[in-house]
């Protein structure tokens, strides 16, 4: 049975054509198989074919000898916080984040919540559950529903010390994915007051694929916010591992600024760790790392690649601009929700809002924001690219596709590992007018 579904880093297909309750079953009973796993944990999001799938993954889990503790409707995080804290065998969440509604798909780790992906155990999964050769199991394994929220909110709340939090005004906008499960269960615990937009869950997704890294997505947050006259606003993806901020002018902040913030915020509690930043864009949070007396490494993109060069460097703290934050307390993994309370913390420490915070960072070093194109060569535009701008340049790195720095500006171009497109950041010292035309510079190239 050949399976189109699995990718580089998960899994992620359509409804039924891809995936569908026999091959869950497969991967389920492949998944033990490959990891010789005892006990997993399992849960899944609020998409309307999430828990069927979820059933015939369980039955698979089963019938190859492990026991599961079936966690339910709950975010990708859930199942990473579950995993390590119960100290199983693995962990997966069914999921198919902000994919479109025929989708969904699998997000798989191993004990101590490790990643699998495709250099990691992936590819070999999926071969057995293409095979359908499976070993024959002594026993059915046991199914064990178990609410692990109360325990999820306790290891939450470890990262804050809620009595600095100021009573700010919050926009929570889970886009009807299952974020404000995890808002609900915090909220009772912190003195905030939320402004609750597109809050049910709801598989049918009546306002839209949450996706708020899309522009198109941003401006239901961005009024919610003026609105309200709120101090912040969040939203988040489907499976909310990845949250996204508004300032208090409903101005959506870039992820690269957020990276730095939560480096200034772990710093402040843990002195001179070493913070952890992918290659497209690094000045700004080199600035603030070494500012702020830490260590800055940079590491290739990627969740795999960043929670490795973490666990090498003992780092505190992981973050992409993308959006993806890691931290070394939560497994290495990344979280949606330990992000906002960092930085309502930290807002409430510092006594300014969310704009002068990254206003001042956003002179300082001024971006394009990633930008995406597809071309027909990639490798050929990557040449050339390099042999025009290398010349002069003071530095070229190859950690991650082509970045090439100047005194006053720099930028990082390369391939997506996920979509079939080139992609761009350019940055400045202070010059957004350089940044802007150097940005079309490039794109004319592209």
Known sequence: MKIECFK????????????????????????????DAKSVVVGHDIRLTSASLTDALVRGLTE???????????????VYFATFHLGVDGGICVTASHNPMDYNGMKL??????????????????????????KAAKRVGSVTRQDMRAAYVDHLLSYVDVSKIKPLKVVANPGNGGAGAVVN??????????????????????????????????????????????????????????????????????????????????????????????????WNTVDLVESNGGKAVQSKTGHAFIKE???????????????HHYFRDFAYCDNGTIPWLLLVELMSRRGQTLSEMVSERIAKFPCSGEINRKVADPVALLKRIEEIYSPEALQVDKTDGLSI??????????????????????EARGDVDLMKRKTEELLALM
């Open 8 to 35: 580089a880093y998960d899994i992620r297909g359509r409804v039924p054509e891809e995936l569908n309750e026999e091959v869950a079953y497969r991967v389920g009973r492949a998944f033990v198989d490959f990891l």
């Open 309 to 323: 060069r973490m666990r090498l460097e003992d780092a505190v703290y992981g973050g992409e601009m993308s959006a």
């Open 405 to 426: 720095a100047f005194a006053d500006w720099r930028f990082n171009v390369r391939s997506s590992s996920t979509e079939p497109v080139f992609r761009l950041n350019v």
């Open 64 to 78: 190859a000898g492990a026991d599961v503790t079936h966690i339910g409707q709950c975010g990708t995080e859930e």
């Open 109 to 134: 780790v191993q004990k101590g919540s490790r990643p699998i992906s495709n250099d990691s155990g992936l590819s070999e999964i999926r071969a057995l559950a293409e095979s359908g050769i499976f």
């Open 185 to 282: 269960a915090l909220e009772s615990y912190l003195p905030l007051e939320f402004v609750k937009v597109h809050f049910e869950p709801d598989g049918n997704f009546p306002n839209g694929i949450p996706n708020p890294i899309l522009v198109e997505n941003q401006g239901v947050t961005s009024r919610a916010v003026i609105e309200a006259k709120a101090d912040i606003g969040i939203a988040w993806d489907g499976d909310f591992d990845r949250c996204f901020f508004f300032d208090e002018k409903g101005n959506f902040i870039d992820g690269y600024y957020v990276v730095g913030l939560l480096a200034e915020s772990f710093l402040a509690k843990y002195p001179g760790a070493s913070i952890v930043h992918d290659p497209r864009l690094v």
